[in-house]
């Protein structure tokens, strides 16, 4: 029997969190789509049974199972449930919860794709959305219409421009179900449920699975709230592979020690970044210059993997430092062992409109930094080559 989880830190939570009674250290692959059984009964059981593996894969599955238990162990939620992307579990829970008529309260400077959704699909399917600044958390609450808002949605750290949301204020909104996605600091570096928040989500795809090897959403919270989340998920089919929650669940192990590495080098980053002439301004967590730097503190254990640096000239230089950079690569998505930058407006954000970009920080020459796991002064080197 293993010790009490509540007293450990989340690090050594992470080594044995989603692993089954057989003795093996590593999870099975189990690729089987279905099971046969003796009997129609059997068959009948498993049809019936809610968010059990034994049946059929798109409704769940052994690895899948062990990946989800590991998520939620880490959140300290009673349920966990995966899916084929962080979309996945970003739009099967909004249409899980949410109907015609619904309203929606949600963060202005949420990922794209979020926000691509809620003014998409869900405008066209008649739900109702209201944006607010994160940043003034009492706005999340003013904007709530009792029966009628059924979610309250928020990204912290926001990306790419870092802001911090007030977990504990958010956590406070009673009616609405709280929805956070805590993809940027990963349940190593905050964990939203225990601040209040009915839902967690993560885009395992980034420091979770941690190697860009997965494609993996996981969404965590009560047995009730995931369970409803699920009899809809089945439907949608936005199902997570076992390939990819294997890699997720092997990403679980090291995500202590890989999250402990890259916040302290994505801080040394940001300090040195902030002290060169040539940058206007840094956004990390971490900085003391960072206008939620207190808040942050509250509320993280680590400031994450993921800064953004507007330099003084503009878009050119931007764009020449991206290509003067040789160890930092040019690729989108983040929290994998390399080192990345991305032009966030002409591509994760392309989407977004100029008003909402101007709105939320994301300029033209803001660039986004993933720091990987190289060490710390060659990632500096690369960026003082390249600034000169
Ligand atoms: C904060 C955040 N949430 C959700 C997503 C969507 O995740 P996925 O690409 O796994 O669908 C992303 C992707 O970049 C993200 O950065």
């Known amino acids: 029997m293993a010790g009490d989880r509540r007293k450990q830190e989340p690090e050594t939570t992470a080594i044995t969190a989603g692993r089954d009674s057989s003795g093996a250290l590593s999870p099975a692959l189990w690729s089987s ?5 003796d009997d129609l009964d059997g068959t009948h059981r498993g049809a019936k049974a809610v968010h059990k593996s034994g049946f059929y894969s798109r409704y769940a599955n052994p690895t899948v199972e062990s990946f989800e238990q590991s998520i939620a162990e880490l959140e300290g939620a009673e349920s966990a449930l995966a899916f084929g992307s962080g979309m996945g579990a970003i739009a099967s829970t909004i249409f899980a919860l949410c109907s015609t008529g619904d ?3 949600a963060q202005r400077n949420m990922y794209a ?4 959704f809620l003014d998409g699909p869900c405008k066209r399917m008649g739900i109702d959305v209201t944006y607010v600044d994160g940043r003034n958390a009492a706005e999340f609450a003013h904007a709530v219409r009792p029966g009628k808002t059924i979610l309250v949605m928020a990204e912290t750290p926001t990306n790419p421009h870092l802001d911090v949301v007030d977990l504990d204020a958010l956590g406070a909104i009673k009616g609405p179900f709280t929805f956070v ?3 940027l600091a990963t349940p190593l570096g905050q964990q939203p449920l225990r601040h209040g928040v009915s839902l967690v989500m993560h885009s395992a795809t980034k420091g979770i699975a941690g190697h860009n090897d997965a494609t993996l959403g996981v969404v965590a919270g009560e047995k009730e709230l995931i369970d409803t989340i699920w009899g809809y998920s089945v439907l949608h089919g936005a199902t997570a592979s076992p390939f990819d929650a294997l890699n997720g669940l092997r990403g679980v192990r090291t995500l202590g020690a890989r999250v402990r590495l890259q916040s302290e080098t994505a801080q040394e980053l940001a300090e040195w970044l902030s002290a060169h002439p040539a940058v206007k301004r840094v956004n990390y967590p971490g900085l003391a210059s960072h206008p939620q730097h207190e808040l942050a503190k509250r509320q993280m254990r680590w400031f994450g993997s993921i800064l953004s ?5 503009g878009v ?3 764009r020449a430092l ?7 690569r ?3 998505t983040l929290g994998g062992p390399d080192t990345l930058i991305s032009h966030s407006a002409t591509s994760t954000h392309l989407s977004v409109s100029p008003e909402v970009k101007a709105a939320t920080g994301i300029s033209d020459s803001l660039l986004r930094v993933s720091v990987g796991l190289e060490a710390a002064h060659d990632i500096i080197a690369d960026f003082e080559q390249a600034l000169q």
């Open 316 to 318: 050119a230089e931007s």
């Open 181 to 183: 996605d805590s993809t």
């Open 33 to 37: 789509s279905t099971w046969h059984t």
């Open 309 to 313: 640096v507007e330099l003084c000239g």
């Open 330 to 332: 040019s690729a989108v």
């Open 103 to 105: 309203h929606i309260v």
């Open 113 to 116: 794709g979020t926000l691509g």
């Open 322 to 328: 991206t290509q003067r950079l040789s160890l930092v």
